[in-house]
Every structure is written in structure tokens, then in C-alpha cells.
């Protein structure tokens, strides 16, 4: 009876060890960077492959990324990416699976536009006129026709859910134009004033409209830029806009959260040094293909780590190239990518109605002016909400003023009325977006087999959805390379 006890022991023992060399060893993934792109990067990988994929996200700075908020009295106020639109259906979905509000940006607010700085191009202060009138009084029939051209982009743009659902993938940014809309990979390639002068629209609404958006969101004039993230800042207009109850931020950091608490999902505090690829001489060494350098916060040490894929998650751009080496230098050497840099600049006091010869009641009612003059020292000021959805009467008045320098207190005065209650609060610089041109060079999305770069999108256009997109595209991307079927679905968006 021992003997056989003994066989059948040998028996399970030989059945449990060959079930383990049996078992499929899990891919291992560093995502580089904890904002939007590198969370939701995340998100995607476990969602594509479950637990069979073991990932370490390394950020050394603050979770978010570009999105944060800053505090005045107890109250919080969106600093970085601001606004989303209601047609992103991506951060929709992480508000909701996170359990986050969504508070809704006013459709209108009542403001001037001005191209010196004191004299009145355009204004929505009327009590007794509706805006819609006072725009098509001023620009005719340029504003019926934005609204129809741009709903028609908006729906070609939009195709990319369904796409995503149903397992199709772009290995370049112009595929991701071309597939979408023909227009928008050729848009890239000329001025947005350009494009929109060949499609018909006149000189006031550029000069005016279309300048004063480019500006407002990525601090770049429709002379600068190429139109495609000119038509992303126009496709704002008219639209029901929106943000996330307590801030922005908590989107990445809450799908972190979530991220931490799955199997094999590490968070390390460091500052990736170097990325390059391992070429292994002996066939039979399993180790990652690609050797990622990192210091950890507080450190002096430098760790190497094998991975088998790596995500680059945050802007590569030559002021950093030298923060961050990538072996594959050439892919990113051979062109000039820059970020824009902009001030934030946040403020309490009341502004200087006087130079533009407003009434007090008028003055009262102003929420923003917007400066149409690329060559002035600011883009916009405008009058915050709150995003923890404060009661009651707060008790300072809070604006926020874009411009691409800092701003002297000579320059505040010119804006704001020069008393005591006028006070700078915080100005926050940042390179937010690109530096677009025309024809618009891109960085590659795979810059190699094993190294992945989500901020690529970027360079179509900047913005939280965008990073969101490429994340899936990205995680799809390596559930291929991997022989995993990917989850399709066989619904359909309905806009």
C-alpha cells in the first residue's frame, strides 16, 4: 500500500510541476509617464489581457501629468486641461467606471473681443439681444456654416469608436487621419488660415473667430499652425462642454488607484533615465527585450530593469531629449519636435472695464475677453468656476489670463484695475502643447518592435481624449504581437 501511495504521490507532484512549466509567463510592460496617456495606457492593457500581463508605471513627478488644479480659499481651480467635450467618449467612460461627476461648463458666457487691447472688435453683453444674432449679424453666413461643416467633421472624427471596438488599429498618426477623414491627414500640411480661407470662409471670421480659438487653446495664431488642431479648437464652439467634479487630475489618478489594486501592477517614483534595446546572444535566456534605466526618488542610485514592451508616455521634445535617451535617436533627432510654452497665470480683482468705455452694469456682466493679436502679450482672461462645485458667494473673484510669456505687473494693470484688491495668486508656466508647423512632422507611435510612444498623437492634435485614443491603440498594438485575440464588440455608436 506505501509503494502505491508513493507512486500515486510521484504522480501529482510530476502533474503539478508540469502544469507550472506548462503555464504561459506573464509579458511584462513599463509604462513611462502617470498622466492620461499612461494610466489610461493601463487601463486598456488590463482590459486586453487580463492577468497575463504585468505591468510598472514610473513617473517622477506628480500623478496627472499636465492636469492639476490649484487652491485659493479652500476652493479648486483647473490649472492644466481645462474643458472636455461631450462627443469624448473615452473620458465619459472612466468617469463613470470611477464613479466621478461631471459638471457641465455654461454654454455661454458674456464676453469682448478685442485686437489692441482697448478697443471693442465684438460683444455678447447685450440684455436684449440673443448671442446667436449678434454673431450672425457680425459674420453672416461664415456662422451657419461652421456649425453644419463642423458637425460633419465631428461624426467622421467620432468613427474612431467603433473602429477601436471592433479591433482595427493605425500604426502612424496620418493613418489615424486618413482613416477617419481623408481632409484631416491633409490638412496637416497647410496654414490653418490656409484651409480655411480655400473653404470659403471670409477674412472677419479668421481674423476673428478662428484666430481667437487657436489662441485660446493652443496659444498658436492660424498663421502658425497647421489646420488640423485648428479644427479640434474650433469643434469646441457651440458645444456642450464639460469637466470633472474635483478636478481633471483625478481621472489618471483614480485609474491608477484602480491599477494598484490588480495583480502584477507596480507604481515606482523615479525618473527614467534611458531605454535600449537587449540583443541577446544565448536563444534560450528569456529575459525582456528592451533594458530600462531609472532612478529612484531620493536616490543616487541607478537600477536596470528587462521589460518586454515599454510605453513612452509623456512628450518627448528636444528640451528634455537630454533627461531621456532612447537608443533609436534618429527616429526624433531628424526633426525639430518643440512644446509651446504658456503662462497661467491666476488672479483676484476686478477688471479694468474703463478702456473699453463700459457701463458698470455691462462691466458686472463680463466673464472673459478675448485678445485676437498674436502679437500681444496675452491670449485671454477669463472669469473661473470652481470645479469642487462650491455654494454660495465665494468670497474672491478668480481669472485665469493665458499668455506665452510671464507677464510683468505693468501688463496686469492694462487688465485688471490697479487697487488693492488686485492680486496675483499663482502663475504657472507649462509647455501644454506642441509647437504645431505646416507641413506637420510627426514622431513615430512604435519606435521600435518592444517601444511604443503614446504622446505621438499629440502632434495631430493635444488634448485628454487624443491621449486616450492612442493609449487603446497602443495596447492593442502589443495584444497583437502577443497572438491574443482581441475583445471586439459588435455595437455601434449612435451620435
Same mark, same amino acid.
Given at each position: 500500500?506505501?509503494?502505491?501511495?508513493?507512486?500515486?504521490?510521484?504522480? @501529482?507532484?510530476?502533474?503539478?510541476?508540469?502544469?507550472?512549466?506548462?503555464?504561459?509567463?506573464?509579458?511584462?510592460?513599463? =509604462?513611462? %509617464?502617470? %498622466? =492620461?496617456?499612461?494610466?489610461?495606457?493601463?487601463?486598456?492593457?488590463?482590459?486586453?489581457?487580463?492577468?497575463?500581463?504585468? @505591468?510598472?508605471?514610473?513617473?517622477?513627478?506628480?500623478?496627472?501629468?499636465?492636469?492639476?488644479?490649484?487652491?485659493?480659499?479652500?476652493?479648486?481651480y483647473e490649472a492644466g486641461g481645462s474643458i472636455i467635450h461631450d462627443k469624448n467618449l473615452y473620458m465619459k467612460r472612466f468617469t463613470d467606471e470611477l464613479g466621478l461627476k461631471r459638471l457641465n461648463v455654461p454654454s455661454s458666457m458674456s464676453y469682448i473681443t478685442t485686437n489692441d487691447g482697448s478697443h471693442t472688435l465684438f460683444s455678447t453683453l447685450s440684455r436684449f439681444i440673443p448671442d446667436i444674432f449678434i454673431i450672425l449679424w457680425r459674420y453672416g453666413f461664415d456662422a451657419v456654416r461652421l456649425k453644419f461643416w463642423l458637425g460633419n467633421k465631428l461624426s467622421n472624427f467620432v468613427r474612431i469608436y467603433d473602429y477601436q471596438d471592433n479591433g482595427r488599429t493605425f500604426q502612424t498618426v496620418d493613418e489615424f487621419l486618413q482613416m477617419l477623414d481623408q481632409e484631416f491627414s491633409q490638412s496637416t500640411q497647410t496654414s490653418f488660415r490656409k484651409y480655411l480661407n480655400e473653404k470659403g470662409f471670409g477674412k472677419l471670421f479668421i481674423d476673428e473667430l478662428a484666430q481667437m480659438a487657436a489662441?485660446?487653446?493652443?496659444?498658436?495664431?492660424?498663421?502658425?499652425?497647421?489646420?488640423? /488642431?485648428?479644427?479640434?479648437?474650433?469643434? &469646441?464652439?457651440?458645444?456642450?462642454?464639460?469637466?470633472?467634479?474635483?478636478?481633471? $487630475?483625478?481621472?489618471?489618478?483614480?485609474?491608477?488607484?484602480?491599477?494598484?489594486?490588480?495583480?502584477?501592477?507596480?507604481?515606482?517614483?523615479?525618473?527614467?533615465?534611458?531605454? &535600449?534595446?537587449?540583443?541577446?546572444?544565448? &536563444?534560450?535566456?528569456? %529575459?525582456?527585450? @528592451?533594458?530600462?534605466? $531609472? *532612478? /529612484?526618488?531620493?536616490?543616487?542610485?541607478?537600477?536596470?530593469?528587462? $521589460?518586454?514592451?515599454?510605453?513612452? &508616455?509623456?512628450?518627448? !521634445?528636444?528640451?528634455?531629449?537630454?533627461?531621456?535617451?532612447? *537608443?533609436?535617436?534618429?527616429?526624433?533627432?531628424? $526633426?525639430?519636435?518643440?512644446? *509651446?510654452?504658456? !503662462?497661467?497665470?491666476?488672479?483676484?480683482?476686478?477688471?479694468?472695464? *474703463?478702456?473699453y468705455n463700459l457701463t458698470t452694469s455691462e462691466c458686472q456682466r463680463l466673464n472673459a475677453i478675448f485678445y485676437t493679436n498674436p502679437s500681444l502679450p496675452y491670449r485671454s482672461v477669463s472669469q473661473l468656476q470652481t470645479v469642487n462645485d462650491a455654494k454660495g458667494k465665494l468670497p474672491k473673484t478668480v481669472y485665469k489670463v493665458f499668455s506665452p510669456e510671464k507677464l510683468s505687473t505693468s501688463d496686469y494693470k492694462r487688465i485688471f484695475e490697479d487697487d488693492d484688491k488686485f492680486q496675483l495668486l499663482e502663475d504657472i508656466p507649462w509647455l501644454a502643447y506642441p509647437k504645431y508647423d505646416y507641413p506637420q512632422k510627426v514622431p513615430p507611435i512604435e519606435i521600435n518592435s518592444n517601444t511604443f510612444y503614446v504622446n505621438a498623437m499629440e502632434w495631430s492634435a493635444s488634448c485628454m481624449e487624443i491621449e486616450a485614443i492612442s493609449a487603446r491603440n497602443v495596447a492593442m498594438l502589443i495584444t497583437k504581437k502577443l497572438g491574443v485575440p482581441l475583445k471586439r464588440s459588435d455595437k455601434h455608436v449612435e451620435f
Open positions: 500500500m506505501m509503494v502505491q501511495f508513493g507512486y500515486v504521490f510521484l504522480l @501529482i507532484v510530476c502533474v503539478s510541476v508540469r502544469c507550472e512549466q506548462d503555464e504561459k509567463p506573464k509579458t511584462h510592460v513599463a =509604462i513611462i %509617464g502617470a %498622466g =492620461i496617456g499612461g494610466t489610461s495606457a493601463g487601463y486598456w492593457l488590463k482590459h486586453y489581457l487580463n492577468d497575463s500581463v504585468a @505591468i510598472t508605471i514610473y513617473e517622477s513627478g506628480q500623478t496627472g501629468g499636465r492636469l492639476k488644479t490649484v487652491n485659493v480659499d479652500g476652493n479648486e489662441l485660446v487653446n493652443y496659444d498658436q495664431s492660424v498663421d502658425s499652425m497647421n489646420a488640423f /488642431p485648428g479644427l479640434v479648437s474650433l469643434m &469646441a464652439s457651440g458645444s456642450t462642454l464639460w469637466h470633472v467634479k474635483g478636478g481633471n $487630475y483625478l481621472v489618471p489618478k483614480q485609474l491608477l488607484d484602480r491599477l494598484l489594486k490588480q495583480s502584477d501592477v507596480q507604481y515606482v517614483n523615479g525618473r527614467v533615465k534611458s531605454i &535600449a534595446e537587449v540583443h541577446r546572444k544565448d &536563444a534560450d535566456d528569456q %529575459g525582456g527585450n @528592451i533594458r530600462l534605466s $531609472y *532612478q /529612484p526618488a531620493n536616490s543616487e542610485l541607478v537600477h536596470a530593469v528587462d $521589460y518586454d514592451y515599454v510605453i513612452v &508616455a509623456f512628450p518627448l !521634445h528636444r528640451d528634455n531629449r537630454n533627461d531621456f535617451v532612447i *537608443q533609436t535617436t534618429d527616429l526624433f533627432n531628424q $526633426y525639430d519636435y518643440r512644446m *509651446q510654452l504658456t !503662462h497661467a497665470s491666476f488672479l483676484s480683482g476686478k477688471l479694468n472695464c *474703463q478702456i
